[in-house]
T-cell receptor, first 120, second 114 residues
Framework: EPEVTQTPSHQVTQMGQEVILRCVPISNHLYFYWYRQILGQKVEFLVSFYNNEISEKSEIFDDQFSVERPDGSNFTLKIRSTKLEDSAMYFCASSGVLSGGADTITDTQYFGPGTRLTVL | AQSVTQLGSHVSVSEGALVLLRCNYSSSVPPYLFWYVQYPNQGLQLLLK??????LVKGINGFEAEFKKSETSFHLTKPSAHMSDAAEYFC????????????FGKGTRLSVIA
């Protein structure tokens, strides 16, 4: 069964450093998302991406964050200058498949296993 | 704006006992509701979803949930707990079906005691 994969599983970085979290969505999906979960808190939406551009973003997704789909398979989240409060589990998700009639089938969001980011 | 409240961050049941995980939502429009499960070191997996077709929704692994508009609830149940059900369970809401952001609850960790 197709699945979303994420690398690395755990990333440790120093405050102020740049990090890139990588995701490989399910191959025929059209919509991509990043969510995060700070320890003990809710899973929160960060950003969604469709047709090579951001379709929606939350207040959390400020200028420190950026997303990119550099090739046909990867979807990345970059944090330019990490802060202590960026420490969290980051989840990637994908959804949406074109039907035979070129309409998008709205469907379940499939999540990856997450990357635990620790900022020291 | 939507929100989700999951009562109980940790629920413990005996093997074979009823599982009841509570979820209440707030939404200004008819909601779409989801339950996801996360096993250790794995991603969030969809258990079931409510999309207004039927108020009682059956999902995978014997779980079901009932949408009660009057109570703004979408509680998850399973008649008989199995050891393999031990996991973290997340309730989520969206105001549109499909490719839109989900709003999650804080999650409930289910422990199953032999």
């Amino acid at each position: 069964e197709p699945e979303v994969t994420q690398t690395p599983s755990h990333q440790v970085t120093q405050m102020g450093q740049e990090v890139i979290l990588r995701c490989v969505p399910i191959s025929n999906h059209l919509y991509f998302y990043w969510y995060r979960q700070i320890l003990g808190q809710k899973v929160e939406f960060l950003v969604s991406f469709y047709n090579n551009e951001i379709s929606e973003k939350s207040e959390i997704f400020d200028d420190q964050f950026s997303v990119e789909r550099p090739d046909g398979s990867n979807f990345t989240l970059k944090i330019r200058s990490t802060k202590l409060e960026d420490s969290a589990m980051y989840f990637c998700a994908s959804s949406g498949v074109l039907s035979g009639g070129a309409d998008t089938i709205t469907d379940t969001q499939y999540f990856g296993p997450g990357t635990r980011l620790t900022v020291l | 704006a939507q929100s989700v409240t999951q009562l109980g961050s940790h629920v413990s049941v005996s093997e074979g006992a009823l599982v009841l995980l509570r979820c209440n939502y707030s939404s200004s429009v008819p909601p779409y509701l989801f339950w996801y499960v996360q096993y250790p070191n794995q991603g969030l997996q969809l258990l079931l979803k409510y999309t207004s077709a039927a108020t009682l929704v059956k999902g995978i692994n014997g779980f079901e949930a009932e949408f009660k508009k009057s109570e703004t609830s979408f509680h998850l149940t399973k008649p008989s707990a199995h050891m393999s059900d031990a996991a973290e369970y997340f309730c989520a809401v969206s105001d549109e079906w499909g490719n839109t952001p989900l709003v999650f609850g804080k999650g409930t960790r289910l422990s199953v005691i032999a």
